[in-house]
């Protein structure tokens, strides 16, 4: 949100010291944005350094007023006829912790799911109730308040979205372990196998072999015998 031309759209309707302009920023955008005082002079501090304000004068309470610029008034313009684009707006905090807690081990990534969507149900319901008591004559009110139950509505389909993606992950990640360690075992059993296979087969050929020396030299001794004879 740029507090600067934010001030700078309410300075464009008269001139205002810093706490009817936080006062009137806040009527416009139904209290959802609130700001700090001290951002709003500080706000203003800058605004005048740059030329876009100017300081018209004190009331019998010494509040200072300031009134837009020239300049001031085509950077409103300016700001107003320029789309916002991704690269302007805050990083979403949401986005980037769920994707952080998908890759630490031993976090909670249903809980922290559930939780947001609790909290998000809770403020969908309390923009519902703001809603409801604008009256049609405060437009500017209601767009912002149709805005935020628009985002609130899209972060619980979002997390709805991220709760049944995470699920799935969670099924594959585990199917493909439990492959990996079964396809492991039958390898491991196969090569066990294919060992005593081929011990026995050693073990049979050793016999045989044995067998067919013993055998051999049986019937050498035995014909040695009989020539010795003759």
Known sequence: MSVKH?????????????????A??????????????????????RL?????????????????????T????????????RPVTRAERPRDELAVKLALAVTVEGIDVPGIVHAQRKHALG???DYTRVKARLGVEELAAALVVDSMIFQSEAEIRWLDHVEAKVLRHAKTVGSTANGTANGTASSIATGA?????????????????????????TATSTATSEGNRK
């Not at 020239?70 to 006829?81: K, N, Q, T």
């Open 6 to 22: 934010s001030l700078l759209a309410v300075l464009a309707d008269g001139d205002r010291y810093g706490y009817q302009l936080r």
């Open 24 to 45: 009137e920023f806040e009527e416009r955008t139904g209290a959802t944005w609130p700001l700090n005082i001290g951002q709003v002079y500080t706000t203003l501090n």
């Open 48 to 68: 005048e350094r740059d030329g876009f304000v100017e300081p018209a004068g004190q009331d019998a309470q010494n509040h200072v007023f300031y009134r837009i």
């Open 70 to 81: 020239e300049a001031g008034r085509e950077e409103l313009l300016s700001w107003f006829a």
């Open 123 to 125: 403020a969908l319901q």
């Open 193 to 217: 196998a294919d060992k005593n296979s081929a011990a026995n087969k050693n073990s049979a050929a050793n016999k045989n072999s044995t067998a067919n020396s013993t055998t051999n030299s």
